[in-house]
């Protein structure tokens, strides 16, 4: 069992910055590949961009160059660095886990395990 718990989230001005915090309770962080998710009031849940337990990561392409995941295994703890924030990026971010998940796999919500119960970023414009 994982337990996730998100932080980081918040109100921030177009072209701020943030950074989401991922907090993981088990003693297995690092053999579980890492993901961030988010859902917009409305739209279905959305991939952010994943890490595996080797580090290499993988963004969608609605992200690319403002968002960075990152990973410390000593603190079981994932990261996603949001820069240029823009208010299209208003949506709760929720943190994911999963053991088994393949590259195919990794845009799909339901293939993950475990679900942190998120956290709400809101970009003024």
């Known amino acids: 069992q994982v337990q996730l718990v998100e932080s980081g989230g918040g109100l921030v001005q177009a072209g701020g910055s943030l950074r989401l915090s991922c907090a993981a309770s088990g003693r297995t962080f690092s053999m579980y590949a890492m993901a961030w998710f988010r859902q917009a009031p409305g739209m279905e849940r959305e991939f952010v961009e994943n890490?595996?337990?080797?580090?290499?990561?993988y963004y969608a392409a609605s992200v690319k160059g403002r968002f960075t995941i990152a990973r410390d295994n000593t603190k079981t703890t994932v990261y996603l660095q949001i820069n240029s924030l823009k208010p299209e990026d208003t949506a709760v971010y929720y943190c994911?886990?999963?053991?088994?998940?393949?590259?195919?796999?990794?845009?799909?919500?339901?293939?993950?395990?475990?679900w942190g119960q998120g956290t709400q970023v809101t970009v003024s414009s």
């Open positions: 890490i595996w337990n080797g580090d290499s990561t």
């Open positions: 994911a886990a999963d053991r088994g998940i393949t590259s195919a796999e990794l845009h799909a919500p339901g293939r993950y395990d475990y």
